[in-house]
């Protein structure tokens, strides 16, 4: 199964600012909604982000005011821009495409909050 595949992930020091972002599988409008989840070690992986077809996003409480998620239909591609980083921000951050009954999801990008 073809896979979205994330990228921008890196080390970055607290306060920092990362831009993540995912490449579709195919054509990003055929997703009813796309987002982020992340999993920190020894933690469960938890929902960051999503945004609908239609543009309607969601957010994590952690999340709001320091992170937003977009989508790009034209180069099928999803972001989310992570500012104010903290190190409990650090963890492998996973995309996932959206379907009606499942969801297809990428191998995951580390991001790391450390001085």
């Known amino acids: 199964q073809v896979q979205p595949v994330e990228s921008g992930g890196g080390l970055v020091q607290p306060g920092g600012s990362l831009r993540l972002s995912c490449a579709a599988s195919?054509?990003?409008?055929?997703?009813?909604?796309m987002g982020w989840y992340r999993q920190a070690p020894g933690k469960q992986r938890e929902f960051v982000a999503q945004?609908?077809?239609?543009?309607?996003?969601s957010y994590n409480s952690f999340a709001k005011g320091r992170f937003t998620v977009s989508r790009d239909n034209a180069k099928n591609t999803m972001d989310l821009q992570m500012n104010s980083l903290k190190s409990e921000d650090t963890a492998v951050y996973y995309c996932?495409?959206?379907?009606?009954?499942?969801?297809?999801w990428g191998q995951g990008t580390q991001v790391t909050v450390s001085s």
């Open positions: 996932f495409e959206g379907l009606i009954a499942s969801r297809i």
């Open positions: 195919e054509s990003i409008s055929k997703f009813n909604v």
């Open positions: 945004i609908a077809r239609g543009g309607t996003q």
